[in-house]
């Protein structure tokens, strides 16, 4: 399904849309798929186009007439779908002091902007030195955020629903979604919750590394889950719609978010323990339960989540790939690269423009399927499951 999604919707833009410079770059930058060659389309189109349609014409419509069937906008193209960046709370530091439109970070709007329309998760952390006033510091971030979107509102915008997401790429747009990272924000009061709704955020994680008033991060060595407060913001947060991100978190915490959740969840950036055992990546029965429940997982470059060696590289992202693969988690794979929250890179990796590079190594490995899956498919059909609950 996913690959259709995409597929379809690139042969959607070329027959209709008038500019094909709606059809953007996609992730390689260059046109990996040209136009005549959507070979695997018939594979498995009967779970796109045929099966929405069957609202009352089911028998009268025999063959002939292969016209699209035009039941729904068209698909939209991510350039790429990216769960989280630091790039907000880099790019305030005395030291940077940068606005988000060109900097010297990893993410600026400008770089996205060569993909197109990719969506771009925007993390809301606070460092130790905010943890006592982290409700006020969130909210200067989501100012900052704000002001620098609105200055540039004829390429970017905060995306707050899925259809604000599927418009954006229709408008070749970038779409930001504010994330929050630790429930430090919320100062105890899960009226705070709604309140960061209402500023536009969509994606929390309970914890980041430390403990708080939610639970306990992956760094305490607690083997303690969820504290009652953290269930109660779980609850509210599904109840308005906000996503919970399990990266972070404990895995007693983790295991209770999971049988507390009843809508599909995240891991915003987090790999494989069998292939790198840090306590930031998921076990294989952490990411089974994850594929149970329909969640999403971004792949996340930071190198020591990728391989104990000094150096990550490629390679170490494909064996993590592979891994997530050969447990049944091909289709809830998508990327949480942690761009500007952390210094060295990956080997072949500088920036965001690098994400190009790795969709090529994808397709190298995968095939093109899996890499335009991994790059934004996977990701939008889990915000297909998780807002329209298919
Ligand atoms: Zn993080």
Redesign the pocket.
């Known amino acids: 399904m996913i690959f259709i999604l995409v597929l379809s919707a690139a042969s959607c833009s070329a027959d209709d849309a008038p500019a094909d410079a709606t059809n953007n770059p996609n992730p390689g930058g260059d046109t990996p798929s040209p136009p005549g060659n959507e070979p695997d389309k018939g594979n498995e189109t009967d779970t796109e186009p045929g099966n929405a349609a069957g609202n009352g014409e089911a028998g009268d419509k025999e063959p002939e007439e292969v016209e699209p069937p035009q039941k729904q906008p068209p698909t939209p193209v991510f350039g790429f779908i990216d769960a989280?960046a630091d790039t907000i709370s880099q790019a305030l530091l005395p030291h940077n002091n940068a606005n988000l439109y060109r900097n010297e970070l990893h993410v600026d709007f400008l770089r996205l902007k060569e993909y197109g329309a990719p969506v771009q998760v925007f993390a809301l952390w606070c460092s130790d030195a905010y943890v006592d006033t982290a409700f006020d510091h969130t909210n200067r971030m989501l100012d900052f955020f704000e002001s620098e979107a609105a200055k540039h509102s004829d390429i970017i915008e905060i995306a707050l629903t899925l259809e604000d997401l599927e418009r954006n790429a229709r408008n070749n747009k970038i779409s930001a979604i504010l994330s929050i990272?630790g429930g430090e924000a919320l100062m105890g009061d899960v009226e705070n919750v709604d309140h960061f709704y209402n500023r536009g955020v969509r994606i929390m994680s309970l914890t980041?590394n430390r403990e708080n008033e939610l639970g306990y991060g992956q760094a305490t060595g607690s083997k303690e889950g969820i504290k009652p407060f953290g269930a109660e913001v779980l609850a509210r947060m599904e109840e308005l719609g906000m996503i919970l991100d399990v990266?972070?978190i404990n895995e007693a915490g983790f295991w209770d978010a999971h049988r507390l959740s009843t809508r599909p969840y995240m891991a915003s950036?987090s790999n494989t323990y069998a292939i790198t055992p840090h306590d930031r990546n998921l076990t294989n029965d952490q990411i089974r339960a994850m594929v149970d429940s329909g969640g999403i997982i971004g792949l996340v470059l930071y190198p020591q989540l990728l391989t104990q060696r000094d150096n990550a590289n490629m390679n170490d992202i494909v064996a993590h790939i592979s891994h997530f693969i050969n447990l049944g988690a091909g289709a809830n794979l998508g990327l949480g690269g942690?761009l500007d929250?952390f210094g060295t890179m990956p080997q072949g990796f500088t920036c965001v423009s690098s994400y190009g590079f790795l969709a090529e190594k994808i397709t190298e490995s995968f095939g093109e399927e899996a890499s335009l899956s991994i790059m934004s498919g996977n990701f939008y059909d889990f915000f297909v499951r998780y807002y329209r609950g298919i």
Do not use: A, I, L
Request: charged share 25%; proline share 0%; hydrophobic share 10%.
């Open positions: 989280h990272e980041w990266s972070h950036h942690d929250g």
